[in-house]
């Protein structure tokens, strides 16, 4: 069986068996699911309260990133390095923006799409590059923020370490898979 076919085969069946698997387990061990979820939303609930002025402050400041061109001149002085590991110059933008905002990625993203086309390599890089990597700096502002931690220590190196990879891993991926 082809790594590609592995692949549609893993990606179509493993949310259903999540949701089969998860609330079948909860049973066995006797949790009382909607009592442990209503509290779960509960907590939610009081954490999106205390984080509303730090994610203002972060969405701000990616705005003032992207709106003063910044974003498209550190694009630009960065693609022939990127050229060098395959990485099109087109999706460097989503590379570069993906560890501060989640939403402002999804955006570039779905330009990408709109662009080139959503089976396109560069619209299946970008997809997978959207869900390989994390929202470093909007973690570390908002929910270290929220919770008064103000020395972040190795948390910065070790998430954009992590960004990385994730960011090479989806290259090699959409490589070895969409060529």
Do not use: N
Not at 39 to 50: I, L, P, S, Y
Not at 114 to 123: E, L, M, N, R
Not at 147 to 154: K, N, S
Not at 160 to 176: K, P, S, Y
């Amino acid at each position: 069986m082809s790594f590609s076919a592995v692949a549609q085969l893993v990606s179509t069946w493993a949310i259903p068996l999540l949701l089969l698997l998860i609330p079948l387990l909860a049973a066995v061990r006797r949790v009382k699911v909607y009592e442990v979820f209503v509290e779960g939303a509960k907590d939610g609930f009081t954490t999106a309260v205390k984080i509303i002025p730090y994610l203002v402050g972060m969405l701000v400041a990616i705005g003032m990133f992207r709106a003063s061109g910044a974003m498209e001149l550190l694009a630009s002085a960065l693609a022939p390095v990127t050229g060098l590991i395959g990485l099109p110059s087109e999706a460097l933008p989503v590379a570069l923006l993906r560890p501060f905002s989640g939403s402002g990625t999804l955006a570039l993203s779905t330009e990408l799409m709109k662009t080139h086309g959503p089976d396109s390599f560069v619209g299946r890089l970008a997809s997978v590059m959207y869900g390989s990597t994390e929202t470093t700096f909007y973690v570390l502002a908002v929910y270290f923020g929220a919770v008064g931690v103000t020395r972040t220590r190795h948390a910065v190196a070790a998430g954009l370490v992590a960004d990385a990879a994730g960011l090479l891993a989806a290259l090699l991926v959409c490589r070895a898979l969409f060529g």
